[in-house]
Each structure stands twice: as C-alpha cells, then as structure tokens.
T-cell receptor
Framework: NAGVMQNPRHLVRRRGQEARLRCSPM?????VYWYRQLPEEGLKFMVY????????ESGMPKERFSAEFPKEGPSILRIQQVVRGDSAAYFC????????????FGEGSRLTVL | QQQVKQSPQSLIVQKGGISIINCAYE??????FPWYQQFPGKGPALLIA?????SEKKEGRFTISFNKSAKQFSLHIMDSQPGDSATYFC????????????FGTGTRLQVTL
C-alpha cells in the first residue's frame, strides 16, 4: 500500500495519559500535515512539517501538543495529559509539493479520552 | 477572515438527480478551491479543484462553479448515484501555501434509490 499510513487507527486513553499518533507519508512525499476533525465539524489544520523541521504550527494548541518528523521514521503527533476535549479524529496528510495543493490523507487515528 | 461556510449540512437526493453543495469564503487571498469526498471511517480524498482564473471546471459527473465577485463556489454532482453517498468538504487556500487548507464544515449527502 503506497498510501499515507496512520497508526493506531483507534486509541483510547484516560484523562491525564499521553497519546502518540504516527504517520508515514506517501513514498516520495516530504511534506506532512496534521489535521483534527471534531464530531460534526470540518477538518482544522494543526501543523505542517518537513523532514526534521516544523514549518507552520499555527493551528496547534499552545500546550500539551507537539509534533515531529524525524530524519528517519514516521511523523508523530504527541498529546500529553489528554483531556476529554481532545477526543477527535486526527488525520495526517502528505504532499509532494506544498504549493501544489493536492493532499493525500490517511484514514485517520480516532482518539477517545475517557 | 479564514472561514469557509458550507451549506447545506445534509442533503438527500434521488438517484439520477442533481446534488448541489455551496460554499462561501471571506478571505480574498484564497485562490485554490478543492472539494474533498469522505466515506465513513476513511480519510478525505480530493475530488476536484478549481483556481479563480476559470468560472467552471468539469470532471465526469462533477462540476465546480466559481463566482469570484460573490466569493462563492459550488459543487454539482450530475446523475447522482448511491455510491456518491458520502460527506463532501469544500476547502480553500492561498498561493504558496496551497496545501494548508481551510475546510468547510461538510455536507452529508445521501442518494436514495
């Protein structure tokens, strides 16, 4: 499967725990984006990364959320001390060219905070 | 100023009918307008996209109409089929950051037999 791979697909955490979501972009894509989808809402941009660099994190909450895209391995979205309001679907997307516009999305990671 | 408003929230269309979904934007710097289709449990997939140098773009049964002066664009699905039942999102972005999309809130389309 040459598509964007996300795991886990479903994650359940208790309040205060950490959630770690992983994303492997499509082959040949060096631009990675994380979007969050709350129930009955559209997707909201969170962060844009290239290898080893955070390019735009204007959509990331100021606290508890962080993202990385290391030289080797998948991009990781990390949520510390989760709260119920973090329950959402988190989608990763990748593109070959940031200015081209076409994003390829993964199937998402659905986080439930108890 | 980054908002994209989408309507209707849900839509039921008979098989063979025309589905129409509308979006309006505020930021005049937006110049890339894609539509994404999302099936339950899946990620969004790009359906069709338009830039403001044209007023209409057609791909198969899917057509985007664009009205720059009104800051509105719409998706028309001709001869709607049950397999078209999905949630449709309009989006917008700007030159240079076209992949940083501002999404509408989505339209849940159901095509009945």
């Amino acid at each position: 499967n040459a598509g964007v791979m996300q795991n886990p697909r479903h994650l359940v955490r208790r309040r205060g725990q950490e959630a770690r979501l992983r994303c492997s972009p499509m082959k040949g894509h060096s631009h990675v984006y994380w979007y969050r989808q709350l129930p009955e809402e559209g997707l909201k941009f969170m962060v844009y990364l290239q290898k080893e660099n955070i390019i735009d994190e204007s959509g990331m909450p100021k606290e508890r959320f962080s993202a990385e895209f290391p030289k080797e391995g998948p991009s990781i979205l990390r949520i510390q001390q989760v709260v119920r309001g973090d329950s959402a679907a988190y989608f990763c997307a990748s593109s070959r060219d940031h200015s081209a516009g076409e994003l390829f999305f993964g199937e998402g990671s659905r986080l439930t905070v108890l | 100023q980054q908002q994209v408003k989408q309507s209707p929230q849900s839509l039921i269309v008979q098989k063979g009918g025309i589905s129409i979904i509308n979006c309006a934007y505020e930021n005049t710097a937006f110049d890339y307008f894609p539509w994404y289709q999302q099936f339950p449990g899946k990620g969004p997939a790009l359906l069709i996209a338009i830039r403001p140098d044209v007023s209409e773009k057609k791909e198969g049964r899917f057509t985007i109409s664009f009205n720059k002066s009104a800051k509105q664009f719409s998706l028309h699905i001709m001869d709607s089929q049950p397999g078209d039942s999905a949630t449709y999102f309009c989006a917008a972005s700007m030159t240079g950051t076209a992949s940083k999309l501002t999404f509408g809130t989505g339209t849940r389309l159901q095509v009945t037999l």
